[in-house]
Structures are given as C-alpha cells and as structure tokens.
C-alpha cells in the first residue's frame, strides 16, 4: 500500500485507488403540497435531512437543490413524469461497498421517525429511487472527484432521468457520454437499485428500467441549457438508448433561509 504523501502528490487518482469512493447515491425528488413550502424546507433541512440520511454510517455526503419557475421553465421530457412537480431534489452519495450496510439502517430509521410523529405528510414523492455509480465525467483538464461534488459551492446542477428502451442498460448510457465532451465540471452516470420492499408506503416503488445523469457546474447551467444540455438530451433519444422522462436543472438551496420558497 503506498503512502498518503506518495498517493495525494498525483494529479488525479484512479477510481480503485479512491479510499472513499462513491458507491450508490439516493435520489429524491419531492414536491410539497401548495401551503406548506415553507413548512417543508424547514423540516427538511433541519430535521430530515441528516435525520433521515446524514447521521446513518457510510452515508459521504449530502446536498440540497431546487427548481423555481425559471429552472422548471427549462424542463422538458417524454410525459413519462409530471415537469410541473419535483421542485426539491435532495442527493446522498453513499460509500462504495456498503448499500446494503445503509438502505437496512434507513429503512428502520425511516420507519422509527414515522412511528415518533416526524414525518412531513403534506409532500408528495415525484421521484425517490436508489442508483448505483456507474462512471464519472470530469471537465478536460480538472481533476474534481465526483465524491466532492455535493461538498463544493456549484452554481447548479442538471438531472437527467432517462427511461430506457427494451435491450438497453445505463452502460450504453455511460459509452454514449464518454464519446462525447460534456457540459459542466464533473457528472455522474448511475444504474436503478431497488428500495427496500419494507419502505414506507408513502414513497412510491419505482420501475427499474431507467438510468439517471447528473451534471454539476460552477456556472448557472441555464446559462448553457439551450446551447449544451438540450443538444445531449437529443443525442441520447437519437442513439436509441432511451427517452429522457425528465430533463432539469437545479440551483442549491440556501440553508437556514426561506429563499426560494415562493418562487416553486
């Protein structure tokens, strides 16, 4: 095993060399109920979200974003998934090795906050669904890891989630990205994994044929939607691979503030 010094000195780090390494992240997209906006992100930023999800082992990090009106105006997709709903998106990277470790620990903890009154029920669940990494995409030139991706201060983030067609999985996906120079600074490709079937009620059982992208950027991706993120959406429709049921971009939350809250 080489040193700290001698590991950290290099430029960049293979994957197989990471000693944290993204292994599954979850994904959940919530919308809440008109009247309780503001309600619900102060729940969720100062009671689910660690909660729920930060205080669990193996859990690496966690951030919230949301899309107001000017990031939902940007949304399109196959009308496989309602654009209008889905205005918070939170994302948990979970450590490489241990899914299993965390989904048992979240499904009791989960259960335990329902059983205590602390759950928020005037929200639905638009898109919640475990993916494991599959590969990560970084900006010619940087050498960002995607495990500091919810860490650093992005300008926002875009989320794909494409339904795939008959035959085709989320590594056809990732070949199709890595042929082609990408839009932000570091991205992600992952593949579905199933939720726990002891999962509470509330969050609906996903189908497990879709492969979702995220792409973080230092810039607005607003700024580029048009230019960059629409034009990659339709090469993935036209490769075959599959239909893109949501394409947004998110902007970060700000934490212990109201902001945004009217504008969903």
Request: net charge negative; charged share 25%; with cysteine.
């Amino acid at each position: 095993m080489q040193s700290c010094e001698t590991l950290y000195e290099r430029a960049d780090i293979a994957r197989a060399d990471r000693p944290i390494r993204l292994g599954s992240l979850l994904f959940t997209m919530v919308e809440p109920r008109p009247g309780y906006e503001v309600a619900y992100n102060r729940w969720y930023e100062r009671d689910h979200f660690y909660s729920g999800c930060m205080i669990g082992a193996y859990t690496v990090s966690g951030g919230r974003y949301v899309a107001t009106r000017a990031e939902k105006a940007k949304r399109f997709g196959s009308g496989s998934m309602d654009l209008s709903k889905g205005s918070y998106l939170a994302l948990y990277w979970i450590l490489d090795g241990h899914h299993k470790d965390w989904d048992a620990w979240a499904v009791k903890q989960v259960n335990d906050l329902h059983a205590a009154g602390r759950m928020f029920k005037e929200r639905d669940h638009i898109h919640t669904s475990f993916y494991n990494f599959d590969a990560e995409y970084n900006r010619p030139g940087s050498t960002m890891p995607i495990e500091l991706a919810l860490d650093r201060p992005f300008g926002g983030l875009v989320a794909f989630i494409v339904d795939l067609n008959p035959g085709k999985t989320s590594a056809d996906l990732s070949a199709l990205l890595r042929a082609r120079d990408l839009p932000g600074d570091v991205a992600l490709t992952g593949s579905p994994l199933p939720l726990d079937p002891t999962s509470p009620k509330d969050v609906p059982v996903e189908v497990n044929d879709r492969a979702v992208f995220l792409s973080f950027s230092i810039k607005d991706p607003k700024a580029v939607w048009d230019s960059a993120y629409v034009p990659l959406a339709q090469a993935i429709e036209e490769s075959g691979i599959g239909r893109i049921a949501i394409a947004s971009p998110f902007i970060p939350t700000i934490p212990g503030t109201d902001t945004y809250t009217d504008q969903l």
